[in-house]
């Protein structure tokens, strides 16, 4: 199970993934940086579009994959368990979300989905990339440092 301390422990090199400000208790920064990243287009509901096909893509597959591991492994220990007709029926809704839009406006959701491709080379250099020279995870420290710095965020504490 791929916890948030595990998954720290395992990448603690980008600790600025896991950085909280000093004063307020959510990571705001984070967010401000986004909303600011949202205002450098007019076209707001294009980016709503965007980001609303991929949410629902992604609320469907994590949903999907509950209830095959429901399936798959019904004696796994779980905090809780509800009827099944409520995660199906959320499941239907959630692919009709998903579905709709290739029909409604297929270029916003086909933008949608090149963007979130584009998470896959980060994803090679950054994760999947285990040997990696000393330079890279010196510079990455640095670039973790300085966003910390900018953004007055701290590692948030280890409840181990």
């Known amino acids: 199970m791929w916890t948030k301390a ?6 603690h ?15 705001d920064p984070h967010c401000c940086l986004l909303s600011l990243a949202y205002l450098s287009t007019t076209e707001v509901y294009v980016l709503i579009n965007y980001t609303a096909f991929v949410e629902a893509l992604f ?16 004696d796994l220990e779980r905090p809780i368990k509800v009827n099944l007709i409520l995660p199906v029926t959320f499941l239907l809704v959630c692919g ?29 250099v950054t994760i999947y990339w285990r040997n990696k020279p000393k330079f890279y995870k010196k510079s990455i420290g640095k670039i973790t ?15 181990d």
């Not at 595990?6 to 990448?11: G, I, T, W």
């Not at 469907?60 to 509950?66: K, Q």
């Not at 409604?104 to 979130?116: D, H, K, L, N, R």
């Open 13 to 27: 090199q980008y600790l600025v993934l896991f950085t909280m400000h000093r004063r307020i208790t959510q990571n």
């Open 145 to 159: 440092a300085l966003v910390q710095k900018l953004l007055l965020s701290v590692p948030e504490e280890k409840y």
């Open 6 to 11: 595990r998954y720290r422990e395992r990448y």
């Open 59 to 74: 609320v469907t597959l994590s949903v999907a994959g509950l209830l095959w591991l429901r399936y798959k492994k019904p």
């Open 96 to 124: 009709f979300l998903v579905t709709f839009p290739f029909y409604v406006s297929p270029w916003e959701t086909g933008m949608g989905i090149a963007i979130t491709l584009t998470g896959i080379p980060v994803y090679m």
